[in-house]
């Protein structure tokens, strides 16, 4: 079965600098990649999908690549923001038949500080 | 305007006992989910109905029954609870066709 793997330890960085996170799956390689954003006491929230044959997706001050090679996808965030600071999800589809079965990692925990 | 809205929010109750969480989205969407978030942050799927038909139920104990009495409700009814059981339940919904899954606020349970 598919693994994920994002880095269990705290990511904290000056306010200003860009934040990476990176998702790490084994396994056969999913025709699309998610990254969801979850704030203590909340729902994850969507954030960007990038497809196997994208190599790179933007929205605003966010970046995630995507290397079927490496089996690796990088979410970065440029001019990080005390407001960035959450928790940052990556999924895996896992599903069949047109229906979603979505895989997450453990989640990285990222702290802006000013 | 919620879009995804759960009740309740938190729920203790002890050993042995029966409870629901229930579940609306008022997104429109087809396809609704059930998750379960640990005490060490893993979100794991649980099932998922779409249009009203279970389409995927993980290895998960039949103490748990889900139930979509139409597309835009899904409840979840937990019987004989144990400790094992805490834990916060999300639901989730997304539309057929799209793969972005927009999630409730949680159901934190605490069975003691």
């Known amino acids: 079965s598919q693994k994920i793997e994002q880095n269990s330890e705290a990511l904290n960085i000056q306010e200003g600098k860009t934040a990476t996170l990176t998702c790490n799956y084994t396994n056969y390689s999913p025709a699309y990649l998610q990254w969801y954003r979850q704030d203590p006491g909340r729902g994850p929230v969507f954030l960007l999908l990038?497809?196997?044959?994208?190599k790179e997706k933007r929205k605003e001050r966010l970046k995630v690549t995507f290397d079927t090679t490496l089996k690796q996808s990088l979410f970065h965030i440029t001019a990080s923001q005390p407001a960035d600071s959450a928790t940052y999800l990556c999924a895996l589809d896992q599903g069949s038949g047109g229906y979603n079965k979505l895989i997450f990692g453990a989640g990285t925990r990222l702290a802006v500080h000013p | 305007d919620t879009a995804v809205s759960q009740t309740p929010k938190y729920l203790v109750t002890q050993m042995g006992n029966d409870k629901s969480i229930k579940c609306e989205q008022n997104?429109?969407?087809?396809?609704m989910y059930w998750y379960k978030q640990d005490s060490k942050k893993f979100l794991k799927i649980m099932f998922s109905y779409n249009n009203k038909e279970l389409i995927i139920n993980e290895t998960v104990p039949n103490r748990f029954s889900p139930k979509s009495p139409d597309k835009a409700h899904l409840n979840l009814h937990i019987n004989s609870l144990e400790l094992g059981d805490s834990a916060v339940y999300f639901c989730?919904?997304?539309?057929?066709?799209?793969?972005?899954?927009?999630f409730g606020p949680g159901t934190r349970l605490t069975v003691t």
């Open positions: 990038i497809r196997e044959n994208e």
């Open positions: 997104l429109g969407h087809d396809t």
């Open positions: 989730a919904s997304s539309q057929e066709g799209l793969v972005e899954q927009y």
